[in-house]
């Protein structure tokens, strides 16, 4: 057997830190399609959210309060409707990362 030796590149704990929460509240099929359908439709209110989460508006209003809390998402009222965005764009690259990874066999 022939051994490659890798590069390790040491991420300081500090910073490990502060992303372990971030990772922690987006990992949840239903928050990690929220942040998807935000990173490419750029806002949205809860109504349009929840059909195309294929959930119930109450159950997708309490996914969104929880991506809120962690100050994932950002929200304004327009009228009546509460229109949510993204502020951690960077969550692009979880995503990048799961669709490169991960395999669905059919």
Known sequence: LEFRRVLFRS???EM????????R??????????IDYL???GE?????IAKMAETE???TSQHLATLRQHQVLAARREGQRV???LIVPELEFLLD???SHCRIDR
């Open 83 to 85: 229109i949510y965005s």
């Open 39 to 41: 990173l490419h439709n």
């Open 25 to 34: 509240v987006a990992a949840h099929p239903v928050r990690l399609r929220i």
């Open 44 to 48: 949205a209110c809860v109504g349009d």
């Open 16 to 23: 490990l830190a502060v992303a372990a929460p971030l990772i």
């Open 97 to 99: 990362c799961i669709s």
């Open 11 to 13: 991420v300081p704990l």
């Open 57 to 59: 508006q109450a159950v």
